[in-house]
Nanobody, 121 residues
Framework: QVQLVESGGGWSQPGGFLRLSCAAA????????MCWYRQAPGDPREFVATISRGGTTNYKTAVRGRFTISRDNARNTVYLEMNGLKPEDTALYYCNVQGRLRGQAQPFDAWGQGTQVTVSS
């Protein structure tokens, strides 16, 4: 089993900064991609950013240049630094981690519980 623990959400004024963290715990052999998604009320869940084990990143166009995804492979943790926050960034943010457990050939695809980000004046 893999558990993902998210932290760092909260409230920010427009133009502000928040940093999200997501730590993966369990009998993990390897982690491949680590991603962030978000879901606003009434909308489907959408991709925000991803980072490969080697550090290659990709972003949703609307956040590119404002958000930065990074990871600490030694701690099985992924981060999302959000600068220049806008009201439209308000959503429940989920981390998603893909990898493999020790002793298992089948990869896992795990989701965090979500952390709320609210941007308003």
């Amino acid at each position: 089993q893999v558990q993902l623990v998210e932290s760092g959400g909260g409230w920010s004024q427009p133009g502000g900064f928040l940093r999200l963290s997501c730590a993966a715990a369990g009998s993990i052999a390897s982690i491949y991609a680590m991603c962030w998604y978000r879901q606003a009320p009434g909308d489907p869940r959408e991709f925000v950013a991803t980072i490969s084990r080697g550090g290659t990143t990709n972003y949703k166009t609307a956040v590119r240049g404002r958000f930065t995804i990074s990871r600490d492979n030694a701690r099985n943790t992924v981060y999302l630094e959000m600068n220049g926050l806008k009201p439209e960034d308000t959503a429940l943010y989920y981390c998603n981690v893909q990898g493999r457990l020790r002793g298992q050939a089948q990869p896992f695809d795990a989701w965090g519980q979500g952390t709320q980000v609210t941007v308003s004046s």
